[in-house]
């Protein structure tokens, strides 16, 4: 294949109708005869075409946006390291501070974006701010980040 962008498959589908050719959307044509010539097989290239089109449908980009927030505030090293401290149960501030050796703005801004996110929660205790995790399946989560394969 040359060094050629392929086409994007983002065909509407009309209300009512289960199955349809994506042939009235142009980009969705080409990208079908693309995959035509890659598969050799007209039939195999429509059939892909639409589950393509189909799974692209069911992206709801709202709840991406949502999903990406979570993504980008475990993808720092003291907030994952805040997330599994917190998987233990609940804890104020200043236990947070000494257990990572930050300084408390740093470790309030980084709870602060946990929070934001849903993945902690903060509860007042006098002058105290003890947090905790939001839902179990937060340490699911990185239970299961830990899990996967590293190459």
């Given amino acids: 294949m040359p060094d050629k962008e392929l086409p994007m498959i983002s065909c509407k589908r009309l209300p009512g109708r289960e199955k349809e050719s994506c042939r009235d959307n142009s980009t969705c044509c080409e990208a079908e005869k693309t995959l035509a010539r890659l598969y050799g097989d007209r039939s195999i290239a429509r059939e892909r075409c639409l589950q393509v089109c189909t799974q692209v449908k069911r992206i709801d980009e709202e709840k991406l946006t949502a999903e990406i927030k979570i993504f980008k505030a475990v993808a720092d090293v003291t907030r ?66 830990g899990r996967l394969k590293r190459k």
């Fill in 80 to 145: 994952l390291k805040i997330l599994k401290l917190l998987s233990g149960g609940e804890l104020c501030v200043c236990e947070i501070m000494l257990a990572l050796k930050r300084p408390q703005s740093s470790i309030s801004h980084n709870l602060s974006i946990l929070e934001n996110a849903g993945l902690v929660k903060e509860r007042k205790e006098g002058k105290w701010c003890r947090y905790r995790i939001s839902d179990g399946a937060v340490i699911d989560m990185v239970s299961l980040a």
